[in-house]
Structures are given as structure tokens and as C-alpha cells.
């Protein structure tokens, strides 16, 4: 959301004392307490019950008006919801970016300046066991400019690659949870992410770690953060899921032979398409098991990355050939400089200029640890050439993720760790934030509106 500034009206608007309303979920207004407008009446506000942190704010106006509603907290600029249209009557309004345990304030404001305040919001406290991050390092000015949350799951439990509680989580830049959802049963949730279409989430429920079914209850779920919208089965499915930009589904599978295979299906479809194994399409590459899928639009191919063999592989998604590959397996690509060539490699990609990015293992001064590399590669040469790369000086047992952002910086979930940075291209952070122990995170996406991911019936 971007921060809006409070429009200049004739009215004084109060804030409410403390013993005004309630905090168990819902308020009404005490009208006495503050100024009043002749368009609205009877403001009120209430929790999600699925979601504490989320309100939906009511009112009543007597005559038709654009309008929208702000809101604030710890003295914080205003924000400000979608304008809509709203005709004389009953109209309510979905209030998202508050975080866990906090008091905000909300208005209501029509477009000719009239504005009638309502009571407190108090949202519900953290949820029990959702890890807490300490923001370390934080420089506005120097932030990809629209990212103002960050979407990304953590275990509350701690040591590395292990059960747990998994929880999808957005953040704010003060690290401030401002939504959460949990996994249910244990079962684990990697790799959430925004739909190709923008409007809404897609979090995986993996069985494979925890019932050890070899993933056949595993499902990806769409969501908006207001309310559900579908389940998928995704049978096989143990880490990372793609979504093409026509929304099919691809993941990579333990539960459709050929040791790995790489398995699409159609949105609206339970049919299951077979594109690539490591057994018929990848020779020599051994029982091999996936951690990272890229898809590459301009190519139609597919980037795919094994912790089994410290190899990625680019498949070709018309013919299931491999394409080129490298790390482990005998056959591929050479490392300039040799000492560069990643290993226990996660979170793969493609950059708008074409070099290739991972999270990776490495090794400086010493010690173990979890850092980004990025590489020309050239397929005339058959060559990996490290053309820069990023040291957090902190070290993930297993799993990571990494990006880059529109502005040239790098965003890098350092998996178990518990760490997230941002760094600008000369490797300064702008941007840190510790969950205090192995609490192990997926995926991370930055996001500029939470509006945008809200059911299209959250406002009327």
C-alpha cells in the first residue's frame, strides 16, 4: 500500500480514550467523542475470524459519494484503502496492513473532504509460535521502492530441515507481521507465492516431509488473504511449484516415476502431463531429487536445480530434452573461475539480462557460508563464468532463495538461518532481519499493494 497523506478538512477529529469500545474483536462508536458528519453514521469495525490481524469497517452513508477509508497506527503516516463508488445505504470495507497485538485508527473520508472518524481497531495478538524478527539494517530511501511487504513462510520450530509448524507469513519493512496462515497437520509450506494473474496467493501443503507418502497428498492452494478460493492436488509434489503465465501448475514430482519428473497440469484440469525425467531425459544424472523449477518464458524451457547431484539442468518444455547442465553430473558446463561452481544450490533464476542466480554453499575466510552468485553463461564456450557475488557472512544448513529486483538490488532469503537482506549491487545491506535461530523460510516475494491481493467481494 502506498502511504497516503491526511486530506485537510474543517473537522477535528479526536482520538478515542482508552476505555472507548472494546478490544475482543469489534467496536462501535462513540459518537460523542468526536465531530460529526452529516454523510456518515453508525461506523463500526470487525475481526476476521480466520485472520486477526484483518478488519472490515462499516458505516452508513446518506447520500451517494466517492469514498475511501484511512487508517493509521503508532503514529505512522495514514494509508489509505481503494475509492469506491458508493451509493446512499450500508457499505463495509475490508482494512488489511495492520499488524498482530496493535491499536489503528480509521476514517471514513468522501472526496469533498467530509469525514467522520471511527473507533480504534485493536487486532488480535501474534499468533502463538509465529517466530518474531528483529530488523537490523534498514535504509528507506535505498529499498526496491515497491516493496513494501515481503511474502515468505517460516517454521516456528528451529533446526534446519525438520518438521515443525509452517507458516505463511507477510511482513512489513518494520518486520511487523501483518498477516499470517498456518499449515495444517505439520505438514510444510515452502514455497508460497503471488499468482500469475496478481490478485491473488498460491501457498503449497506438502505431505512428502511429513506423512512420508512421497508427496500423494500434497496440493497447492489459491487464496485471497480474506478467504479461500480453491485446492489443487498436486500429486509428488516435495519443493518448489511454478506457475506458467497461462496458470498452469508445474512441480517437480516424487510420486510419477522415472526417479524425478517435472509435471504440469492445466488450471481447471485434474490432467496430469509427464514433460521430463531424470531417468529417460538427464542420463547419468543418478536417483536424483529437485529443490529448485524456473520457468523461462522467452524460451519456453525450464530451469531446474538437484540437491542430489549439485547440478541444474535446462529442459526444453516442447521436446523434454536437456539442454545444457551444470555442476555434478559428468557432461556439463565448466566454473570460471573453478572454485565458483555452487553447490547445495537453491533458489534459481534467470535476471532480465540473462545471468543465472542461485543461493549457494561456499566457503571464504574459513568458514561455511550461504552467499549468491550470479553467471554469464555461455553456451558457445560451455562455460559458467561468475561475474559477481554477494557473502551475507551467514550460513544456512540447507534451503535459500534469491532475486533480483527491478532497481539492481538482490533480495536473498537465507533459508534456515533465518535471515532475510536486501543488498544494493556493491553487496551493502539496506535491508536485515534475524529470526533469532534455524527457523527454516521459503520463498520470498516483495510486494507493493496488499489491495491487490483481496477478494474482489471484501468492499461494497
Request: net charge negative; charged share 20%; hydrophobic share 35%.
Amino acid at each position: 500500500m502506498t502511504p497516503r497523506p491526511a486530506l485537510t478538512a474543517a473537522l477535528t477529529l479526536a482520538r478515542p480514550t482508552d476505555d472507548a469500545g472494546t478490544a475482543d474483536g469489534g467496536g462501535t462508536v462513540d459518537q460523542s467523542t468526536y465531530a460529526t458528519s452529516d454523510l456518515f453514521d453508525n461506523l463500526s469495525w470487525q475481526l476476521s475470524d480466520e485472520i486477526g490481524s484483518l478488519a472490515t469497517v462499516s458505516w452508513t452513508q446518506t447520500d451517494a459519494a466517492t469514498v475511501h477509508v484511512e487508517y493509521h497506527f503508532d503514529d505512522e503516516d495514514w494509508m489509505s484503502t481503494p475509492s469506491m463508488d458508493a451509493a446512499a445505504g450500508d457499505h463495509q470495507q475490508l482494512i488489511v496492513g495492520i499488524p498482530y497485538g496493535t491499536r489503528g485508527y480509521w476514517r471514513v473520508v468522501a472526496d469533498n473532504g467530509e469525514m467522520e472518524a471511527g473507533n480504534y481497531i485493536v487486532t488480535d495478538p501474534l499468533p502463538s509460535g509465529i517466530p518474531d524478527g528483529t530488523v537490523l539494517i534498514s535504509e528507506p530511501d535505498k529499498w526496491l521502492s515497491t516493496g513494501n511487504y515481503l511474502l515468505t513462510s517460516i517454521n516456528q520450530q528451529t533446526g534446519g530441515w525438520t518438521g515443525g509448524h509452517y507458516w505463511t507469513i507477510i511482513i512489513d519493512r518494520a518486520g511487523r507481521v501483518v498477516w499470517a496462515h498456518e499449515a495444517p497437520d505439520a505438514h510444510w509450506t515452502l514455497f508460497v507465492q503471488v499468482a500469475q494473474t496478481g490478485d491473488h496467493i498460491l501457498w503449497d501443503e506438502s505431505t512428502y516431509w511429513s506423512d512420508w507418502d512421497d508427496g500423494a497428498g500434497s496440493m497447492v492452494h489459491r487464496r485471497y488473504l480474506d478467504q479461500p478460493i480453491d485446492d489443487i492436488s498436486t500429486p509428488g509434489l516435495h519443493h518448489e511449484f511454478v506457475q506458467l503465465p497461462d496458470e498452469t501448475l508445474v512441480w517437480g514430482s516424487q510420486d510419477h516415476g522415472g526417479y524425478e519428473a517435472l509435471v504440469e497440469q492445466p488450471m481447471g484440469s485434474s490432467e496430469q502431463t509427464t514433460v521430463w525425467t531424470c531417468d529417460a531425459n538427464w542420463p547419468g544424472s543418478g536417483n536424483c531429487e529437485s529443490n529448485g523449477l524456473f520457468y523461462v518464458e522467452d524460451t519456453n524451457t525450464y530451469l531446474y536445480s538437484f540437491y542430489t547431484n549439485n547440478s541444474i539442468v535446462e529442459v526444453d518444455r516442447a521436446t523434454g530434452n536437456s539442454l545444457w547442465w551444470a555442476g555434478d553430473v559428468a557432461g556439463g558446463y565448466s566454473f570460471d573461475p573453478a572454485d565458483s561452481q555452487y553447490s547445495w544450490q537453491h533458489g534459481i533464476s534467470y535476471t532480465d539480462t540473462g545471468t543465472l542466480l542461485v543461493s549457494t554453499e561456499g566457503r571464504e575466510l574459513g568458514r561455511n557460508v550461504t552467499m549468491v552468485r550470479e553467471y554469464e553463461v555461455n553456451h558457445d564456450t560451455k562455460t559458467l563464468t561468475q561475474v559477481w557475488y554477494y557473502n551475507p557472512g551467514v550460513y544456512a544448513s540447507t534451503n535459500g532463495d534469491a532475486w533480483r529486483l527491478a532497481n539492481g538490488n538482490t533480495l536473498h532469503v537465507i533459508g534456515s538461518a533465518g535471515y532475510v537482506t536486501e543488498v544494493d549491487p556493491d553487496g551493502n545491506i539496506i535491508w536485515e532481519i534475524d529470526y533469532d535461530g534455524t527457523h527454516l523460510m521459503g520463498r520470498g516475494t516483495l510486494i507493493e499493494d496488499l489491495y491487490t491481493l483481496v477478494s474482489p467481494t471484501s468492499s461494497y
